[in-house]
Each structure stands twice: as structure tokens, then as C-alpha cells.
């Protein structure tokens, strides 16, 4: 038996990806203000998952809630459905 493939849903990760970027302009908060929080010298992650290029994990949601200081569940406050 092969590897099942990663489940993506693509418009799901934009809409998080989408609400992180709007939280952070309101906080004035840029691409590499949030990777210094991450403690990262390399922003190009950041960048990815700002502009929705990549399925990031749980525990990365709960970073970015740290750094933006808000609670997660601001994150996926958008039109699901």
C-alpha cells in the first residue's frame, strides 16, 4: 500500500493565510516584524504562508495568534462556506 496524498484545500488555506495578513497590517505588523517573533532569520516561510502558498500546521496558527495577540480563533474568522 502507497501513501495516501496530503490533503490541501487551497481557498481554505488563502482565507487563513488572507485573515493573518489583515490582523498583522492592522497591528502594523510586516513579513519580517512576524519572522523575527518566530525567531527565524529566513522570512521566506513567513512569506509563504502570508501570500497562501503553503498548508501550515496547528502549531503554527497558534504562533502567529501569539504574535498578532489574539486569540486563534480570530484567525479563522472569515465566510467559510
Known amino acids: ?29 510586516g513579513q519580517d516584524q512576524i519572522a523575527e517573533f518566530f525567531l527565524i532569520d529566513d522570512n521566506r516561510q513567513i512569506g509563504r504562508v502570508l501570500r497562501g502558498e503553503t498548508n501550515f500546521g496547528i502549531s503554527e496558527l497558534e504562533r502567529f ?3 498578532l495577540e489574539v486569540h486563534p480563533k480570530e484567525l479563522l474568522d472569515f465566510d467559510w462556506e
Open 1 to 29: 500500500m502507497g501513501r495516501k496524498p496530503n490533503y490541501k484545500n487551497e481557498d481554505f488555506i488563502k482565507k487563513v493565510s488572507a485573515r493573518i495578513l489583515e490582523i498583522a497590517k492592522e497591528k502594523d505588523l
Open 65 to 67: 495568534a501569539k504574535v
